[in-house]
């Protein structure tokens, strides 16, 4: 695994003050799979945080197969991403998606929350 590519503790939300604060004042794109919010950072790269729920994905087995596939396509975004935080959110489709599906929802949802976040915002 290439240092780029790696998936150290800095790259995590760990505090659920950050959380709450992506979920007020991120940028928000979602499908029926998952919602992510993003929202920009001072520590110079991305931060990835998840919710994924009994409620929406079932049981432990399918839950951490969920995050994992999270943090797989999180690790190989992460160079491209400017310094934002994202929050990952299951929705109940994600409980009988295929793998395929999951990725692609994610590469897009993640690509979408970026653009948003980056893009700043018109007064109304």
């Known amino acids: 695994m290439t240092r780029t ?18 979920y007020r004042q991120g940028r928000r794109a979602g499908d029926n ?9 001072v520590s110079g ?20 197969y969920i995050r994992r596939l999270i943090r797989e396509v999180f690790r190989h975004a992460q160079p491209e991403l400017p310094a ?12 009988e998606a295929s793998e395929p599906d999951i990725v692609r929802s ?5 690509g979408d929350a970026t653009r948003r976040s980056v893009t700043p915002r018109t007064p109304t």
């Open 5 to 22: 590519h790696s998936f150290r503790p800095n790259h995590r939300l760990h505090s659920g003050a950050d959380f709450d604060r992506v």
């Open 33 to 41: 799979l998952f919602a992510v919010n993003a929202l920009a950072n």
């Open 45 to 64: 790269h991305a931060r990835l945080g998840m919710s994924v729920s009994y409620r929406s994905v079932g049981k432990a087995v399918r839950r951490n």
């Open 84 to 95: 934002l935080d994202y929050v990952v959110t299951s929705r109940p489709g994600a409980r």
């Open 106 to 110: 994610l590469e897009r949802l993640i």
